[in-house]
C-alpha cells in the first residue's frame, strides 16, 4: 500500500510534530492544518510539509483538507473540556464522524486513529475514555467497509516536548511537599520515537488493517515513582504526599475551577484504572521499545520542554 500524501489531524501537537518528521523522511508529503499556522512555521522547513489554515473542522472543510490524500491520520484528542463547544463527545466522537464521511467522500484509502488505553465505551471509568472508546468504534466500523483503519491506544506518552514529565519537572521544582492523587495507579510510559514509528511502520502495512495496537514501554511505574523519577533526574529531592481518597476527590474538585484545569474530576476517575498494556503491539510491528532513562534524563537535565527543529530531526 504506496502512500505518498497524508493528512494529519493534530499535526502541530507533541506526537503529531514527531510523526510529520518522521513521514518527511520517508518522502511522505504531509499536510498540515491549523486555526493558527504562523504558530509553527518552525515546522516549514521539513520537505513536503504544508501548513494550512483551517478554523473549523466541518465535512466540507475536511473534504477540501483531503483531496489528493492518500491516507488521513487523526490525533486530536482533549484530556478536559475546557473551551465551549470543545466537548468530550465533540472531540472524541463527532469529530470522527466528519472524518470517516469526509474521507469517503474524498477517496482517501487509509486511516490511523489515536485513541488510549482504556479506552471503552461502555466501561471506561471516566468520560473521557469513554467517548475515546466510542470514537474508536465508530473509526472502525464506519470507515472499515471503504478504507483500511488501523487504531492505537498508547499508555502515558514520553518524550523531549512532552507534558507529562516536564509538568512534573516544573512542579518538582515548586518549594514544599508535593501532594499526589491516586499515586499508585501503573503506567508503562512509551517513548514519543517508537509511537510515530508504530504509526509510520502500519500506515504502508495492508495487515495492519483493522486492527488495535496497544502501546506500551519496557518498564512499569507508580505515579508516585514517576515523580520520583522526574525529581531525581533533576537532581533534586522531594517529599511526595500520597492523599487519599477524599482528599484527592477535593484536590481534582478544586483544581478543576481553575484556568486551564491542570487536574479535574475526569482526570481522577481515569486514574481509577493503570494504564497498562494487555497486548504488546510495539512488537507486534517490530519496534523495540525505548526505557525512560535512555531519554528521560538528557531532556529533563539539559534541554527544558522545547526543542528547536533542527534538534528535534536529530532524534528521530
Do not use: W
Request: net charge positive.
Amino acid at each position: 500500500m504506496k502512500i505518498g500524501k497524508v493528512c494529519i489531524l493534530g499535526g502541530t501537537g507533541f506526537v503529531g510534530r514527531h510523526l510529520c518528521a518522521r513521514l518527511s523522511e520517508r518522502g511522505i508529503a504531509c499536510i498540515l492544518p491549523s486555526r493558527h499556522p504562523q504558530h509553527h512555521r518552525h515546522l516549514a522547513p521539513l520537505p513536503g510539509l504544508s501548513l494550512v489554515e483551517a478554523e473549523d473542522l466541518d465535512v466540507d472543510r475536511l473534504n477540501a483538507l483531503f483531496q489528493g490524500c492518500d491516507a488521513a491520520i487523526n490525533l486530536i484528542g482533549i484530556l478536559n473540556e475546557r473551551k465551549p463547544g470543545r466537548t468530550f463527545r465533540h472531540v472524541h466522537v463527532e469529530l470522527v464522524d466528519h472524518i470517516v464521511d469526509a474521507a469517503r467522500a474524498a477517496g482517501v484509502r487509509r486511516l490511523l486513529h489515536m485513541s488510549a488505553l482504556n479506552a471503552d465505551e461502555g466501561k471506561g471509568t471516566s468520560l473521557y475514555l469513554r467517548t475515546k472508546g466510542e470514537g474508536e468504534n465508530r473509526a472502525h466500523t464506519l470507515g472499515g467497509a471503504t478504507m483500511g483503519v488501523t487504531s492505537f491506544r498508547p499508555s502515558v506518552i514520553f518524550g523531549p516536548d512532552d507534558s507529562f514529565f516536564n509538568r512534573f519537572a516544573g512542579l518538582v521544582r515548586i518549594p514544599g511537599p508535593f501532594p499526589l492523587a491516586c499515586p499508585d495507579t501503573r503506567f508503562a510510559p512509551v517513548y514519543v520515537g517508537d509511537v510515530t514509528e508504530a504509526f509510520a511502520r502500519a500506515l504502508e502495512d495492508r495487515s495492519t488493517c483493522g486492527e488495535h495496537y496497544e502501546l506500551c514501554g519496557p518498564r512499569v511505574f507508580s505515579l508516585r515513582e514517576l515523580v520520583e523519577y522526574t525529581a531525581r533526574a533533576l537532581g533534586r529531592r522531594k517529599t511526595v504526599v500520597a492523599l487519599p481518597d477524599l482528599a484527592a476527590r477535593l484536590q481534582a474538585r478544586l483544581l478543576e475551577r481553575l484556568p486551564g484545569k491542570p487536574f479535574s474530576y475526569d482526570n481522577y476517575l481515569s486514574l481509577q484504572t493503570d494504564s497498562l498494556c494487555t497486548q504488546d503491539g510495539l512488537a507486534a510491528l517490530g519496534i523495540e521499545p525505548t526505557d525512560v532513562d535512555a531519554v528521560v534524563p538528557g531532556f529533563l537535565s539539559s534541554s527544558g520542554p522545547h526543542l528547536r527543529l533542527d534538534r528535534l530531526r536529530r532524534r528521530l
